[in-house]
């Protein structure tokens, strides 16, 4: 069952995001010098709320059928995208992004449950995002992202007949549209979150 009342106020949240998501690589079958994109690209990275709680993000960046068959290849000139024999510059005019958040141990070695921090809709919801293109060391906001999908969904806990004592756990899923065109895919999407005090908790890039 989703936990609806928790949706509107992730909507809520989601208004926050300013305008202007580990680094992570686009998980490719290598190939010698070559990657394939076919899926999309990804991002993970781990963030930490100050006294709060100790959380993951996944991301995922699709865009119809434009990472199918598309490669990357390294050579001595510099590298290359391709999709079979054409040769591909830029990202499509928009990427769709689907991204989780979920709690995790901020110690990896605790086993006592019961003393750990875990994230509550409060904490989501004090969140700030912000999106960039990344191109060295310059970063530009990605500006026209539109929220396209929003859902809380409870995480069930693997301890029979412990569930009813232990705390409750949720996963915080939403979706972007994000503007893309004219970017060239060497090009890194950066995410940022930040508490509403501008304290940097969580950093991560979806690279090609």
């Known amino acids: 069952m989703h936990c609806r009342p928790q949706i509107r106020y992730l909507a809520a949240w989601l208004l926050a995001l300013a305008s202007a998501f ?12 070559t990657w394939l994109y076919d899926g999309g690209i990804f991002l993970e990275t781990d963030g930490a709320i100050p006294g ?19 490669k990357r290849q390294d050579t001595n000139s510099g590298t290359l995208f391709r999709r079979g ?23 990896p070695h605790m086993q006592q449950t019961n003393s750990r921090v875990y994230l ?14 990344k ?19 409870p995480v069930p806990w693997y301890s029979h ?28 999407l950066v995410l940022m979150m930040y508490t509403p005090d501008h304290h940097l908790i969580a950093r991560g890039a979806a690279r090609m």
Do not use: Y
């Not at 709060?52 to 598309?70: I, Q, S, W």
């Not at 409060?122 to 912000?130: A, K, P, Q, T, V």
């Not at 191109?135 to 929003?150: D, H, K, N, T």
């Open 52 to 70: 709060g709680a100790c959380f993951r993000v996944k991301g995922h960046v699709t865009a119809e059928d434009f990472f199918e068959n598309l």
């Open 161 to 188: 007949g412990l569930e009813q004592e232990l705390p409750k756990r949720f996963e915080w899923l939403v979706e972007f549209e994000l503007p893309s065109e004219g970017v060239p895919l060497t090009d890194n």
């Open 85 to 107: 024999n054409d040769i591909v510059t830029e990202f499509p005019k928009r990427l769709h992004l689907s991204m989780s958040i979920a709690d995790i141990p901020c110690d």
């Open 135 to 153: 191109r060295a060391l310059e970063l530009r906001p990605v500006r026209g992202i539109a929220q396209s999908g929003g859902e809380v969904r």
């Open 22 to 33: 580990l680094p992570a690589a686009a998980q490719p079958n290598r190939d010698k010098n």
């Open 120 to 133: 509550t809709a409060e904490m989501i919801h004090s969140l700030r995002l912000h999106f960039f293109w």
